[in-house]
């Protein structure tokens, strides 16, 4: 059964670091292309960050940039997401995904459960 558990989350002010994790277990870590995706209340889920099975392919969203960074640790089984400079607007439930895909075919697909992030003073 693959399981992807996020952990971190918590309340924090402007300005304050927070380091997100997200275990994984059931499936070959090392050949998933890890991404953190966050919600909002009343908005859609977006992509954060993406960090590819080698750890050698970045991607970030314009808003975190300089400001998150992702890593992995593929003998832990474990994506991070350490969040620096933290803003109100970063506020939105952080969620972990697991995928692979051939070509433009997603052919494995996993989504953890969420991990709340509130940025306010």
């Known amino acids: 059964q693959v399981q992807l558990v996020e952990s971190g989350g918590d309340l924090v002010q402007p300005g304050g670091s927070l380091r997100l994790s997200c275990a994984v277990s059931?499936?070959?870590?090392?050949?998933?292309?890890m991404s953190w995706y966050r919600q909002a209340p009343g908005e859609e889920r977006e992509l954060v960050a993406s960090?590819?099975?080698?750890?050698?392919?970045?991607t970030y969203a314009d808003t975190v940039k300089g400001r998150f960074t992702i890593s992995r640790d593929n003998g832990k089984n474990t994506v991070y997401l350490q969040m620096n400079s933290l803003k109100p607007e970063d506020t939105a439930v952080y969620y972990c995904?697991?995928?692979?895909?051939?070509?433009?075919?997603?052919?494995?697909?996993?989504w953890g459960q969420g991990t709340q992030v509130t940025v306010s003073s």
């Open positions: 995904r697991a995928r692979i895909t051939v070509g433009s075919i997603t052919v494995a697909d996993y």
């Open positions: 960090l590819g099975s080698t750890g050698g392919s970045t």
């Open positions: 059931g499936l070959t870590f090392s050949r998933y292309t």
